[in-house]
């Protein structure tokens, strides 16, 4: 069944980008989570939709009922996905943790070029924290 979100007419700047990747219906093997990561009971998976990944889900209220106040980005597209969750959390005060080596643009080829203006001006000026996954893993065997 296809997603409202991602109809055939190609008005919308976020299903003409995503249209030559996968098929992007629920259920289908390119929106499936990697069968290298285990999902544990107490994991909790959204679909995500849009660029925002609290788009069209209970992200936020999921953030807000469990009084988290810091979340940690990574992911795809750098300029995309990863940037507009950004903007978006950064605008309702959460504290942002950007993981610099674990977000990719698309073509891989762009990443060092978008990192360099992205990560290392612009998200400076935003009050965002970026740090490495190394740094991220230590942090997170000492929490």
């Given at each position: 069944?296809?997603?409202?979100?991602?109809?055939?007419?190609?008005?919308?700047?976020?299903?003409?980008?995503?249209?030559?990747?996968?098929?992007?219906?629920?259920?289908?093997?390119?929106?499936q989570?990697?069968?290298?990561?285990?999902?544990?009971?107490?994991?909790?998976?959204?679909?995500?939709?849009?660029?925002?990944?609290?788009?069209?889900?209970?992200?936020?209220?999921?953030?807000?009922?469990?009084?988290?106040?810091?979340?940690?980005?990574?992911?795809?597209?750098?300029?995309?996905a990863?940037?507009?969750?950004?903007?978006?959390?950064?605008g309702?005060?959460?504290?942002?943790?950007?993981?610099?080596?674990?977000?990719?643009?698309?073509?891989?080829?762009?990443?060092?070029?978008?990192?360099?203006?992205?990560?290392?001006?612009?998200?400076?000026?935003?009050?965002?924290?970026?740090?490495?996954?190394?740094?991220?893993l230590?942090?997170?065997?000492?929490?």
């Amino acid at each position: 069944m296809p997603q409202p979100e991602l109809h055939p007419v190609d008005r919308e700047p976020f299903t003409k980008v995503v249209r030559g990747f996968h098929k992007f219906e629920k259920g289908s093997p390119g929106v499936q989570i990697d069968s290298r990561f285990t999902v544990g009971e107490a994991d909790i998976v959204l679909p995500k939709t849009r660029w925002y990944a609290g788009a069209g889900n209970a992200l936020e209220q999921i953030l807000k009922s469990r009084n988290i106040d810091t979340v940690i980005i990574s992911g795809l597209t750098l300029s995309g996905a990863v940037m507009s969750t950004i903007y978006h959390l950064a605008g309702l005060d959460y504290e942002i943790y950007v993981i610099s080596d674990n977000v990719i643009e698309l073509p891989v080829t762009d990443t060092d070029q978008f990192s360099d203006v992205l990560l290392g001006s612009l998200l400076g000026k935003m009050n965002v924290q970026v740090v490495t996954l190394h740094e991220a893993l230590e942090v997170l065997e000492r929490s």
